[in-house]
């Protein structure tokens, strides 16, 4: 995890210091999916099935990946990195699911960040681990106080946000990372009644992976202060299995890492996280005390 965060953290310094742009590299299969055109209004209804190119209306975003390199990284928070959710033990061949969008109190000017998203990634080997995260964000380097659709992966090592879909707080957004038998990893958003993919890495993942499912705060080490988060609820959340049999729920059942033992609280400096069915409800956000 240690060496996950250093390489995110040097990527989120990156982004203040100055952005190169680098194209995404796509699938055959994505490629020849209609541009997706305007947006439209959010869905009001749940997926009508699951996340493919062959879903009814499905269509690619067109965006540029922000790739970005650096020498360096540069009552209160403390500082750091704060996850609250669960990750797999075993490997799964994608995962989908629902999470709140709320409004919490990122300052501006600041490397705060609050990310609820879906990840997928393999551990390489030599400190080298290759993923593909997906959800919304709100940082204190762009537009804090107006949160995000937005996508990260270790090839361009850099944060992408979808500004053409608007979300604010009290929306929902329905999200699905997976995988064909090709190997390349794709994101999808539920926006307007269809399938939108927001992009299609070729990651050095294989055709399976660890699971992620987290709220996570980070709250800048120079600038000490309270981030406030209110309750991000999570839902509906399902793996597919690695041989590409159906969804199903994930449940306790699965092997699955919290990092407290069986029974405890998962508690981040005055984060706790409330399971209502483990491990495929739940919320995130401010203690009660």
Partial sequence: MKRRNVARWCALVGLLAGLAAAAPAVSARADRLPVCGAPGPASDRPPTGPASASAPGACRVIALESAVRTRKAP???PSGYHHLGAGTSGEWGGVSGRYSVVDSSIRAGTYDFIASRFMVKRDLGKGNIAWLEAGWAETGWRS?????IYTYNTNTKGWQFYDQY????GDTVWLDLHTDTD????AWLWWN???NLLTAPKLPIGESAMVEQYVEVHADAGKPGRIDVPPVKADNVQLRPADGGP???WRSDVSTLTGVSPGQQQRRGGYCLDWTTRYDTWSAGDCPD
């Fill in 183 to 186: 190997g390349v990893w794709q």
């Fill in 166 to 169: 608007p979300i604010k707080a």
């Fill in 144 to 148: 804090p106080g107006q949160p995000r």
């Fill in 247 to 249: 969804q199903r729920f």
């Fill in 75 to 77: 009552g209160f928070t």
């Fill in 193 to 195: 009644d269809r399938w």
